[in-house]
């Protein structure tokens, strides 16, 4: 597998790039979002109000972070399941959002949602606490009322991430083995992943 480091937000050029099966190491800024914030943001959306921020072209990241320590930039900011966000992926679609990451697969309808336009990531759970060396800045944006599931802009430095889909390859029938192949990888290769977790995560510790 490749491994690309790759700025955000997510450019043209790169998304026609990535494929399945690539480890990429993200440097820009991510939103950070679960349940919570999803289910507010689609109420926004829905009633017309401006939303707390502007989704388009952006990359959300499917997490709820443990409350910081003091000195800390941020806790333990592991993936939640994917699954969970699949309600409002069509929603988030028209937001203009066109990166996805979080834990696991997603569900049949999701993928046919995202088919061609959105690329989803995954991140595995269980190296949290190594992944969040990677986020070097967190700001609040909305909902502070929601705990860890307020909304939140992440500033990331090679955060690492293993794509499930792509853009350009999703559209041919021959991707759908691949991906469920890729999927059932992040899962499988938990061990290999968290140790690449750590080098990343310390060698980006080391360049700060």
């Given at each position: 597998?490749?491994?690309?480091?790759?700025?955000?937000?997510?450019?043209?050029?790169?998304?026609?790039?990535?494929?399945?099966g690539?480890r990429l190491l993200?440097?820009?800024?991510?939103?950070?979002?679960r349940?919570e914030?999803?289910?507010?943001l689609?109420?926004?959306?829905?009633?017309?109000?401006?939303?707390?921020?502007?989704?388009?072209?952006?990359?959300?990241?499917?997490?709820?972070?443990?409350?910081?320590?003091?000195?800390?930039v941020?806790?333990?900011?592991?993936?939640?399941?994917?699954?969970?966000?699949?309600?409002?992926t069509?929603?988030?679609?028209?937001?203009?959002?066109?990166?996805?990451?979080?834990?696991?697969?997603?569900?049949?309808?999701?993928?046919?949602?995202?088919?061609?336009r959105?690329?989803?990531?995954?991140?595995?759970?269980?190296?949290?606490?190594?992944?969040?060396?990677?986020i070097?800045?967190?700001?609040?944006?909305?909902?502070?009322?929601?705990g860890?599931?307020?909304?939140?802009?992440f500033?990331v430095?090679?955060?690492p991430?293993?794509?499930i889909?792509?853009l350009?390859?999703?559209r041919?029938?021959?991707?759908?083995?691949?991906?469920?192949?890729?999927?059932?990888?992040?899962?499988?290769?938990?061990?290999?992943y968290s140790?690449?977790?750590?080098?990343?995560?310390?060698?980006?510790?080391?360049?700060?």
């Amino acid at each position: 597998m490749r491994t690309l480091k790759i700025s955000l937000p997510l450019k043209e050029k790169d998304l026609q790039e990535i494929r399945s099966g690539d480890r990429l190491l993200l440097t820009g800024t991510l939103i950070a979002a679960r349940d919570e914030a999803h289910r507010r943001l689609v109420e926004l959306k829905n009633s017309g109000q401006k939303l707390p921020v502007d989704l388009r072209r952006q990359t959300l990241y499917y997490v709820g972070p443990a409350p910081s320590k003091p000195g800390q930039v941020i806790n333990s900011a592991g993936p939640t399941t994917a699954k969970r966000m699949d309600t409002y992926t069509k929603d988030m679609l028209e937001l203009g959002v066109i990166g996805m990451i979080g834990k696991g697969e997603r569900g049949e309808e999701t993928k046919r949602l995202i088919k061609g336009r959105v690329i989803y990531m995954a991140a595995l759970g269980g190296v949290g606490a190594k992944q969040s060396k990677t986020i070097i800045h967190q700001e609040l944006l909305a909902f502070e009322d929601a705990g860890m599931e307020a909304l939140r802009l992440f500033e990331v430095k090679d955060f690492p991430v293993i794509v499930i889909h792509d853009l350009i390859a999703f559209r041919k029938e021959q991707h759908d083995f691949k991906a469920k192949w890729i999927e059932r990888l992040t899962l499988r290769w938990a061990l290999k992943y968290s140790k690449w977790v750590f080098t990343v995560s310390e060698t980006t510790k080391k360049d700060l």
